[in-house]
DNA sequence: CATGAATGAGCCTTCATTCAT
DNA sequence: CATGAATGAAGGCTCATTCAT
C-alpha cells in the first residue's frame, strides 16, 4: 500500500470512527454530518468525497460492526466444543463488543434500522445475519425437552443488549456478567445428563 | 367538571394519544409536531396551545406511561403473596402493556431519555420510580445465597423489554412469555425450600 | 372571500409573481428559492408553507402562464372569422403575452422543461395544450396545396418565440411584428382565390 | 507539433468535446465539471489544468462553435452567386451545423449569454460576430421596397433555430428544411424582376 | 381555543475550485 | 500533466416554534 493510499484508508477511517462514535452515542438522527465532519477534523462537505450519503456511512458502520462482532464471536467459539461453555465464549465475546468504547458494534444496539428508512431493509439483513450465527450456537444446546429454544434465545439476546443501557465499569465485567447470564439459564434449562 | 373544561381534556388527550402513538412507532426525533397535529386532527400551531414545547409532550407521554404501567403493575400484584408468583403476574403485566397497541407505555421502552437532552434527567427519574417499583418485587424472591439478585432483574426487564422488538400476535401471549421467561429464571435460581 | 383568505392568496401570488420574474429573467437553476423568497418579502423558509418544492413553483408558474396566453389567445380570436385575420391576432396576443413586463408567459419560453427532469413531463403537456390551440388556428389557413402546413406552424412560432431574445420597446410593437410575420407567409403560402 | 504537444492538444480537444456535448445537451448550469471530467475520462481537479474556470471552458466551446458555423457558412457560400440560392445554402449550412450530433454549434443555441453573467458579454460579442456574418448575406437579397430586412433576418434565425427543439430525423432533412425556410420567405419578399 | 401563515436556524447535500504530491 | 482528497460557500428543504387574529 501506498503512503497516499494509507492517509486515504486513514481519513475514511477517521469519518467512519467519528460516524460511529456519534451514532453509538446520540443516535442517528440526533448527530449530524458537521458533527461527524468535526469529530474527523474535517470540513462539512468533505464527508462526501468518501461517502454519498448519511445513509451510507451508518450503512458502513453497520457493515464494520457485524463484521467485528462476528469476527468476535467466531474467535471465541473457534476452539470450545461444550456446547454451554461454547455460549458462554459468545455472550463474554459479544459484551465485550458491544460495551468496548470502540463504537462499531454499539451502533448495531442503538441505531434502530428503521432509523434509516431507506435502508432499513438492508441493515436488518446485517441485523440478522449475525442473529443467525448466534442462533446456530444456540441450537447446540442440549435443553429439556419442555424447553422453547427460541425463546431462549430471544430472552438471552435481550438481556445481553440491554447491558448497553445500564453497564457501567465496576466489579462485574463482560466476562462475569456473561458467566452469570449463561448460567440462570443454563441452571433451568440443560437436559440431564444420561 | 365543566363541559367547557371536559372538552379541553378531549383534545389534550387526543393530542397527547396522537404523540404517543407516533413516538413509540417512529421515535421521538422522527416525529414531527406536525404529525401529530394531523393525527389529532389539528392544525401544527394549535399543540402549543396545549403544550409548551415538544419536550414537554415527551415528558407528558411518559408520565402517563410511568402511571399507566405502575397501575398495571400493582393491580397484577395486589392479591399474590407468592414472590416468584407475584414476580410472573408482574412480567405479564408489564409486557401486556409495553405491547398493547395503547402507545404510553411503549413509549418508556422505545424512546430513550438522551432522546431529548434537556429533559433528559426527568424521563430518567421516571423510569427509574418503575424500575424501583420492580425492584421491590424481585427482592422478594427467595434466591440461593450465591445469586446475584441486581443482575437478576437487569437481564430479566432487558429480556422482557426486548420483546418490542421481536413480538407479533402468535402462539405466544405476553402471558405465556412472562410464564416461560420467569420459569426459566426460577428453575436455577429459586433457592431450596426448607 | 375574507379578507384573511385574501391575504393568504396575496402572498401566493406575491411567491408566483416573484418567481415568475427570476425564472424567465434568469432561468430555473440560476434562481435561488432565497431569490424568489427575497422577492416576496419573506424569508427563505416561508415559500415552503405554500409550495412544497421548487419545482412545483416553477409548475405553478407554468400553469399560470399557458393560462394566460391561452385566454389572451382566446380572446384575440373570438370575433375574428378570416383565417388569416384570425393568426394574425393569434400572434399578436402571442407576441403582447411573452414580451409583457409580467413574466409568466415569458417563462414558457425562456425555461425549457428539461430544467425540472421530475417534471419535465408534465411542462411539455402544458406547452403542448398551448401549441395544439396554435396549430387549430394554423389548421384553418387556406393553403397552397404544395405548402407543409406543419413546417409552416414550427417556422412562425420559431420566428415569434424569438423576438424574446432581441425585442426592445423601439419603433415596433408586438402589433406591428405580428403583421409582418404573417404577411410574409401569407404572401408564399395563401391559396389563389378561386 | 511535438508528440507531446500533440498529445496535450488531444487532452485539451477531450475536454472541449466532453463540455461541448454536455452543455448542448443538458445545459450549462445543469452540467458539473465532474461530468464533463467523468466524459473526458479524466479526474475532476484535472480539468483544471487545461482550463482555468467553468466559464473559461464554456467561452471556448462557444469559440470553437462559431469557428465551425462560420466555416461551414462560408464553404457554402463560397461558390453561389444568386442571392436567394446563397441564403438558402447558408440556411441548409445552419441547420446541418447546430443539429448535428457534433456538438459545438449546438450550444451557441441552447446555451444563452446569460447563463455565465461574467463572460456574457464575450459570449453575445461571440454570437453577434456570426449574427453579422448571415446578416451580411440578407443584406445582399433584393426585397421588395416595403420589406423590412431585419425583420427578416430576425425571423429566418428563430425559425431556424427552433428546430433545434423539434426536429428529429425523419423525411425532413436539414436541407429540405432550409429550403422550404427560404422559399416561403422568398415568395412574398421577392423584388420583382426588371 | 384554535388557527395558519410565517419564521429562521439548521440540516443534508452539491459543486466549482484548490493544492500538495 | 495529472491526481484526488479536501474545501467551503451555497442551495433546497425541514421543522419546532411564534403570534396576530
Redesign the interface.
Known sequence: MTAVAQRANNRVEAVLDAAAEHFAT??F??TTTRDIAAAADMLPGSIYYHFATKDDLLLAVYEEGVRRIEDAVETAVSDIEAPWEQLEAVMRAHLETILSPTAYARVLIRV?P??APKIAGQLKSLRDSYERRVAAVVDRLPLRPEA?RN??R??????????Q??YRPGP?TPAT?AA??V???????EAEAA
Request: proline residues 0%.
Open positions: 446520540k443516535g438522527k440526533e434502530l428503521d432509523s422453547d425463546l431462549l430471544l430472552f438471552i439476546m435481550g438481556a445481553a443488549n440491554h447491558t443501557v445500564w462485574h456478567i452469570e447470564l448460567r440462570m439459564f443454563r441452571g433451568s434449562l
